[in-house]
C-alpha cells in the first residue's frame, strides 16, 4: 500500500508496544523503516517482541519498561530517548480495561483504568510535546480510542470516560500544538480481536452472552467481520507518515460502520427480508392514499 521507505528516518515511540493493537502497529512502522521504540509493564514480553520484529522486518527497535502511570519515570524515559536524538512519532497505545456493572467499581477499580488511560497518557503527550516545543522539532502523535468516545458506553464506563478526555486532548492540543508544527489524531478501532482486551471485554462464561462478537460471526456488523490487523496498521502508518500533514485533531473510526450502524435509529431494520419492505411500502402507501382522498374531499 505503501512505498517501503515512508518512514525511513522516523523515530517512534509505542507505548503498550509489546503486544496486541501496538505491536500490529510497531510491525508496520519497522516495515516502512521507521526505528521503533516500545514501553511497558512487562519486560520480558517487550524484550521478546523486539527480538521478534527485529528478526521479521530487519528493523531496529529499543525497548524499555516503563509505567505510564508514573509521571516522574515518564519524564526520565523520555528525557533519555531525547538524549540520542528527538522522536517524530508518539503512538499513545497503553490502555487498560475490563466490563464491570458501574455500580460494582470501586474507587481503586475506577483508578486502575484512570490512571493509565487518562492520567497516563496525559503525562507521555505532555513530555513529548513539551520537548518538540523546546527543540522546534515537528511531531505527530496518534492516540487509541474507542468509538464510545461518540456513543458513551455501559459497563466500561472509566474506559469511555478516560477516552473521552484524550479525545478532547487531541483537539485541544491540535489547536494549541498545531503552530508548532505537532499534529494530534486518534484511531477508534472497532473490534479488532487481541488477546489481552478480549480476555476482559468478551470473557468466556460458556453462554455466549458477554461475547462482543456475537460468537465470531459479527452478524451486526456492516461488514459482517472484525477487522484484519494490517488495515488497522496500515491506517496507523498513514498517519505517522509524511504528506497529509493538514490532517489534525481528528478521530478516525475504523469499525466496518458498526457503531454508525448500531446508533442509527433504524438500524435493527437491515435484518428486513424482501417480503417485509412489500408490506410496509404497501402499508405506507394505503396511509397516503387515505390522507390524499381527505384532502381531496
Ligand atoms: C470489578 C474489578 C475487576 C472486575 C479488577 N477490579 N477487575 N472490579 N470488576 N472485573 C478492581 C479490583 O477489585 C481492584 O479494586 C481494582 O480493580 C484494581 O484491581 P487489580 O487486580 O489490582 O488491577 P490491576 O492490577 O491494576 O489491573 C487492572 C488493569 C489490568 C490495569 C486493567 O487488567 C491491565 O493491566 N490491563 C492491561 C491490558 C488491557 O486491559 N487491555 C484491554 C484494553 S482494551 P479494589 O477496590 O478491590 O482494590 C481497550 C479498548 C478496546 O482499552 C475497545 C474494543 C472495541
New binding site residues.
Partial sequence: MFKDELLKGKRILVT?GGS?LGKEMTRHFLKYGAEVYICG?RESVLSETAKELMDETGGKVNYFALDIRDSNAVDAAIENIFIDGPLDGLVNN????????TK??????????A???FHGTFYITNAVGRRWIELGHKGSILS?????VWTGSPY?IP?AMS?SGIHAMTKSLAVEWGPHGIRLNAIA????P?E??W???SPETGDGKTS?NDGGSMSSNPLGRVGEMDELGNLATFLMGDGCEYLTGQTIAI?GAAYLSAGGTFSSLSNLSDDDWENIRSTIKKSNDKDKNLRNT
Avoid: E, Q, Y
Fill in positions: 503498550g496486541g509493564r497503553a490502555a487498560g480495561n475490563f466490563i464491570s456493572r460494582d467499581l470501586s474507587p481503586n477499580a475506577f483508578n486502575a483504568i490512571s493509565i488511560v487509541i480510542l474507542a468509538t464510545w466500561v474506559s477516552k478501532p472497532g473490534p479488532f487481541t489481552g482486551a480476555a476482559r471485554l462482543i469499525d
